[in-house]
Nanobody, 116 residues
Framework: QVQLVESGGGLVQPGGSLRLSCAAS????????MGWYRQAPGKQRELVAV???????NYADSVKGRFTISRDNAKNTVYVQMNSLKPEETAVYYC??????????WGQGTQVSVSS
């Protein structure tokens, strides 16, 4: 059984920073893509950032220059450093991984709240 365990969410003031982590464990094939989505109340889930096994990254336009995604392949862990957070970025953040078989797995989500 594969588990994705997220951590690092919480409450932060506007302009603040958070670092989310997501560790994959269990019987999982070689991981190709890792990334983060978020879903705000009443809105659709949207891509935040993604990173390939080779380190290629892609970001939503709204987070470019403020968020940085990275991964530790030895630990099957993906991170996202989020700086200059805005209130409208309050959402549940979900990590996901795609393994070499094409199977997509999701984390349970972690709440990020940006408020003064």
């Amino acid at each position: 059984q594969v588990q994705l365990v997220e951590s690092g969410g919480g409450l932060v003031q506007p302009g603040g920073s958070l670092r989310l982590s997501c560790a994959a464990s269990g019987s999982i094939f070689r991981i190709n893509v890792m990334g983060w989505y978020r879903q705000a109340p009443g809105k659709q889930r949207e891509l935040v950032a993604v990173i390939s096994s080779g380190g290629r990254t892609n970001y939503a336009d709204s987070v470019k220059g403020r968020f940085t995604i990275s991964r530790d392949n030895a630990k099957n862990t993906v991170y996202v450093q989020m700086n200059s957070l805005k209130p409208e970025e309050t959402a549940v953040y979900y990590c996901y991984v795609v393994d070499s078989s094409g199977t997509v797995r999701w984390g349970q989500g972690t709440q990020v709240s940006v408020s003064s």
